[in-house]
């Protein structure tokens, strides 16, 4: 630390008051010469002072350079240098970040706590028609007016991105993530996903295609198997018992085409207009009727509906969620054991409830239970086995809902699936205003 100018200030100020003394003393008149002196020492700081405002101001004449005021000069210099050197580094990172951030490939829009847009890349531009002047301080919504970001935007949670068409340029798709950041900033960030959206819909239409095709053949031969059975059968045939498995198979294959098609069904994104009110109890009941007159094996299906609660929704996706969940429940659980179906309100919405006395599910695999063509199973030659498609067709059929599958199980006790619907779609027939 530099040393203080002080001591030497008040020396040199000491100094001047004491030869003044002495000068009054000798002259007889020590108060006038006293009085003299500290005027002409004031007199001199002011015009020091007046020298150092005119300077700072205006940049003219030259500042004092000695005593206190030089010090002060030379203090305020140094500031003014760090200062300097602190905004040309500040601006050398603000240029790399934006020369950066320009030349990436994904739109950036940094946006304000208002949504008001601050800054924005050349990436950008290009993929929302963004404006370089006109644009900035305008909210979000007001340029991007497109309903899918405007829900997300409100709904709060930007964990995933959202897929939706750009409003300015037909067949343009974009991935559109918020990302928080700093005091409630959010930065924008849109990438162009027409490719992989393209590729997607190739695969998804492959699918389609495919199952649609299999499955004319597929019924054909089903049943012409199903007469050679019935023939083998009675004539007591050998063949019988080859026969049976082909058309056990070919059965499994049919309802295996038959899943996928309902997937790829379901991967196309739900059109609102599509939603009708739909009796939820009629529905389970047909299902438990169904689900008791193809049991193979003795079984308690017990129903507990409530009559008055319907749902908005699509009815062949509720079908789907409720027949998959009803059929499995009865395929897993063994002779004399108990399925247990519920439909009742909850805190949460409307719960449809599978319960069951059957094996159970080890926990490890019931976060990977809704992934397609998962078995917990798949090796063993059970005559139930299934696909592996039919959670994975629940879990879909619900988030056009909006709902969500819970899986509790116990093994070697039983299993609970519970199908979760928000309470937005629930609806009173004897009120339902469609
Ligand atoms: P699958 O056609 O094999 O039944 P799912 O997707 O419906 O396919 O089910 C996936 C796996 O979850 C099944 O293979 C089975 O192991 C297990 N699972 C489904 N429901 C039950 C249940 N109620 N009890 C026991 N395990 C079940």
Known sequence: ??????????????????????????????????????????????????????????GAGTPPAGGIWGEIVRRYRRVQRRSRKRKRRLSALIREFQQSTAAMPDGTVVLSRELRIIWFNAAAERLLALRPAADIGQHLLHLLRVPAVIDYVQAGDYEAAITVEAPHRNGLMLSLQLVPYGQDQRLLIARDVTELHRLDRVRRDFVANASHELRTPLTVFGGYLEGLLADATERDDPLRGPLQAMHEQSARMATLVDQLLTLSRLDEQADPGQFEPVDVPALLRRLQAQAERLADHPLQIVLEVDDALWLRGI??????????????????????????????????????????????????????????????????????????????????????????????????????????????GLRVPALDDA
């Open 1 to 58: 630390m530099p040393a203080s100018p002080w001591p030497g200030i008040l020396l040199r100020l000491a100094l001047l008051l004491v030869a003044a003394s002495l000068f009054g003393l000798l002259i007889d008149r020590p108060a006038l010469v006293l009085a003299g002196a500290l005027a002409g020492y004031s007199a001199f700081q002011l015009i020091q002072l007046h020298r150092l405002e005119r300077h700072l101001r205006t």
């Open 315 to 424: 009815a062949s996706d509720l079908h789907s969620v409720a027949a998959n969940l009803i059929n499995n429940a009865v395929k897993y659980t063994a002779a004399d054991g108990c399925v247990r179906i519920v439909w009742q309100r909850v805190p949460e919405g409307a719960e449809l409830a599978v319960s069951d006395t059957g094996p159970g599910i080890a926990p490890e695999h019931l976060p990977r239970l809704t992934e397609r063509f998962y078995r917990v199973d798949a090796g063993r030659a059970r005559p139930e086995g299934g696909t592996g498609l039919g959670l994975a067709i629940v879990k879909h059929a619900l988030q056009r809902h909006h709902g969500e599958l819970r899986i509790e199980s116990t093994p070697g006790k039983g299993s609970r699936f519970s199908a979760i619907f928000p309470p937005a």
